[in-house]
């Protein structure tokens, strides 16, 4: 009931197309949503985050879309480039506490 | 701010040998996590502090992995002997207390190599 299941393992997008990363969880408790990017070398940062009290947020060229009936969030990278190719990992979590990680998926955005 | 420091940056070692890991929170954040991540098993977490305390530590392989955070500024991961399984790269973050403080701030990771 921890898990998080993200998909596609890995992605490949051509520049300027939008690049969409799914996620699915069972835990109704979680109440947080992040998503991280990482890039080779580096550990994860935040990309963007979103709680279930909204169905979107957006930020820049990154959407997160929450539909908590089905207990499902997908990011979206709009007008994807070159620079956006990294792993996402998307998570989740419930009253602050541990975050749960899905696989991650790799972009790989071709110019 | 400097952000999460980790030490070293890579560490190469021979099976059987002791492995220490170190870690710097961010200051002022209490909570505490310590990460494995690879190819196979993805990001596990292996156990996290707050306040100092280790409150689960249920990711944690097995006896040869121990964790410390004798300061809220100082953590170690220890792994007494290491095998070649346990070659990853492991992160420590952290994180503050608050309201909608949830943001987990990674390091840049130690590369294990157990040869």
């Known amino acids: 009931q921890q898990q998080v299941k993200q998909s596609p393992q890995s992605l490949i997008v051509q520049k300027g197309g939008i690049s969409i990363i799914n996620c699915a969880y069972e835990n109704t408790a979680f109440d947080y949503f992040p998503w991280y990017q990482q890039f080779p070398g580096k550990g994860p940062a935040l990309l963007i985050a979103?709680?279930?009290?909204?169905s979107e947020k957006k930020e820049g060229r990154f959407t997160i879309s929450f539909n908590k009936s089905a207990k499902q969030f997908s990011l979206h990278i709009m007008d994807s480039q070159p620079g956006d190719s990294a792993t996402y990992f998307c998570a989740a979590s419930s009253s602050g506490s541990r975050l749960t990680f899905g696989e991650g998926t790799q972009l790989t955005v071709n110019p | 701010d400097a952000g999460v420091i980790q030490s070293p940056r890579h560490e190469v070692t021979e099976m059987g040998q002791e492995v220490t890991l170190r870690c710097k929170p961010i200051s002022g954040h209490d909570y505490l996590f310590w990460y494995r991540q690879t190819m196979m098993r993805g990001l596990e977490l292996l156990i996290y502090f707050n306040n100092n305390v280790p409150i689960d530590d249920s990711g944690m392989p097995e006896d040869r992995f121990s964790a410390k955070m004798p300061n809220a500024s100082f953590s170690t991961l220890k792994i007494q002997p290491s095998e070649p399984r346990d070659s990853a790269v492991y992160f420590c973050?952290?994180?503050?207390?608050?309201?909608?403080?949830?943001?987990?701030?990674f390091g840049p990771g130690t590369r294990l190599t157990v040869l």
């Open positions: 979103i709680r279930p009290d909204v």
């Open positions: 973050a952290s994180r503050g207390t608050g309201a909608f403080v949830d943001t987990q701030y």
